[in-house]
């Protein structure tokens, strides 16, 4: 330790001897002396309480805001989770149906093939039947002529046809 801190150590100790004597001076005094000291030091104190009191008091009103505004955030996102859940189900439905559609489509549009092929081969079974048949047919052209002046007797024809049946049965 060199000379000058030794000067500042010892300086600094006699402060504080002087901050020891002036107290024990005051501790001498009278005791109705000290009276105003002690209420000067309650009136502090007090005031000290009040401003914690008051900031106590800041600190919760702004508490119960921040978790009112925390209960409002939370309430949003658990409708807005809830409606998430609904339109994925709606979107899951969706699906489904259109699925189902389209599963019905294909199989119509399966039955329309095998329609159409079932149409196709009856024209083409008809054309040839129908061309068969008037190959064989030939061109046979039948003319028959009435004759305006005979008239017809319809009792007549009607009891030969009764005659022709009863003589086959």
Known sequence: MSFRDKILYL??????LEDRWSMLQVEDAPESD???????????LLAQVNNVTK????????????MDSI???????????????????????LKKDVDTCSLDKTELEVKQGQLKGIIELLTTVYEHELKGVMEESGDISVLLNMDSRCPLKFENLVQEIKERYESIA
């Open 11 to 16: 300086e600094k100790q006699r402060e504080v």
């Open 34 to 44: 000290l009276e105003p000291i002690y209420l000067s030091y309650i009136s502090k």
């Open 55 to 66: 900031k106590n008091n800041q600190t919760q009103r702004s508490l119960l805001d921040m």
């Open 71 to 93: 209960n409002d955030v939370k309430d949003k996102y658990e409708d807005e989770f809830n409606l998430r859940t609904d339109m994925e189900y709606a979107f899951v439905e």
